[in-house]
């Protein structure tokens, strides 16, 4: 990405001759809601926050102004989809003369409203100091004000306790910390493979799903209390993605599970890469013993070096959620078929809904004439799901976010 962007930026450097880029020509009309920028606009999670109201989090890339303006940009709309503010997250203090390019990382919610947005920032091309990246988690009152701003560890993933505290799933060597709800560290357990996702009981127990494919839980102060190799592979990894509370204690875990994978040379010293995996659901009990497994989507993906990367990996955007009453909804990305040799598949999102003993009650796509995948779900009460993406189907080439709201039997309400 940051090649492309500096190939961009050398281009409109010799060929406006020291003007202002030309502003690209607006696309034409999408044929699904979406919302974004003149640039790529990518919505990254989605959390529930009070009085019925859901938050989005996401990024914006503006190519309309010179310098390319990027933003993590965290909005709350209403339960009926109306727009009530967006907040974009600024650079640190201190950080004048660099280009700053920032990405969304995951967002939650408390009880009482208010936000946690954990984003990075690289801060590079000054013209005599060293670049250098960060990584921020941000709270935001109800009102859209930012509270508190802390600098962490590379986050995977945020939970809140119905107490407020925070539960923060990051890289690095594995890290699962607690915060209170004023950011203060209350504990902190590390040295294992990073967790991928962060969940809270129903119970006020902390589980998180590692890269490794084991769900380990926990005590909310931290006292280990079991752990348990969910996924394995064939191939190459990683494989647990993400996890969700349920009712009565229980867990739903969702990732990656390779049964093929091959890698042969390609044209030019090249090397292609195809493989076959299933988007796998678990639903676990209290215990961590295994209820049920369903196996979500069958995926086909290849990566070659000449002819580029086609079909789905389930690895790129994959979330799970589940409702009051035990129902669990999977969002993700699903390959169809073209007529086009060149491009032999394109990618819509997923969402499809369990019902509590496991069957499926339906699946839903949404998507335009080009890739569009899910990358984040949330759900309340029973029959009210958000699920939040990445659609590429207008005619301008840009990414544009999306933002669906949709009701139990799988009709949308709205989409934005």
């Known amino acids: 990405m940051l090649c492309a962007r500096v190939w961009l930026v050398l281009l409109v450097l010799l060929t406006a001759c020291g003007s202002a880029p030309p502003v690209p020509a607006e696309p034409k009309p999408p044929s699904e809601p979406q919302f974004g920028s003149s640039g790529d606009d990518t919505a990254v999670g989605v959390a529930l926050a009070g009085e019925g109201d859901v938050y989005v989090v996401g990024n914006s890339e503006r190519f309309d102004t010179w310098p390319i303006d990027d933003r993590v940009f965290l909005r709350r709309y209403t339960r009926e989809g109306r727009l009530q503010w967006e907040l974009l997250m600024e650079p640190e203090a201190g950080t ?42 941000t ?139 299933y988007v796998r659901l678990y639903h676990l009990g209290p215990d961590g013993a295994a209820r049920w497994t369903r196996d979500v989507t069958d995926n086909h993906w290849v990566e070659d070096g000449c002819l580029g990367s086609f079909g789905w990996n389930p690895a790129t955007a994959l979330s799970v959620a589940a409702d009051a009453v035990g129902n669990v909804f999977v969002a993700s990305g699903v390959a169809r078929a073209t007529d086009n040799p060149f491009r032999p598949t394109i990618t819509d999102a997923l969402l499809v809904k369990y019902t509590p003993a496991g069957e499926r009650a339906w699946q839903r796509t949404f998507g335009a004439d080009q890739d569009d995948y899910a990358t984040g779900v949330a759900a309340r009460g029973e029959g009210e799901v958000y699920v939040v993406g990445v659609t590429t189907g207008d005619e301008g080439g840009y990414r544009d976010a999306f933002v669906h709201r949709v009701d139990g039997a799988g009709d949308r309400v709205w989409g934005r």
Not at 239 to 263: D, E, F, M, Q
């Open 139 to 277: 709270k935001v009152s109800r009102r859209g004000e930012r509270l508190w701003q802390r600098r962490t560890d590379p986050v995977t993933g945020l939970a809140v306790d119905g107490a407020g505290n925070v539960f923060v799933a990051a890289g690095g060597e594995g890290h699962l910390i607690k915060l209170t709800p004023s950011g203060g560290v209350v504990w902190e357990r590390s040295g294992f493979a990073v967790p991928t996702g962060v969940t809270v009981t129903t119970a006020g127990d902390v589980a998180v799903i590692r890269e490794d494919g084991v769900v380990a839980k926990y005590t909310s102060n931290g006292e280990p209390l079991w752990q348990k190799r969910v996924f394995s592979s064939e191939g190459e990894g990683p494989y647990g993605r993400k996890i969700a509370a349920g009712t009565a204690g229980g867990l739903y875990v969702v990732g990656k599970h390779v049964y093929h994978a091959t890698s042969r040379p390609s044209c030019e010293g090249a090397t292609r890469y195809e493989e076959r995996a």
């Open 96 to 137: 004048e003369g660099y280009a700053f390019y920032p990405d969304a990382l995951a967002v939650a919610a408390d009880g009482e409203g208010s936000a946690y947005v954990a984003w990075a920032a690289a801060y590079q091309g000054h013209p005599v100091k060293p670049d250098f990246e960060r990584v921020y988690l």
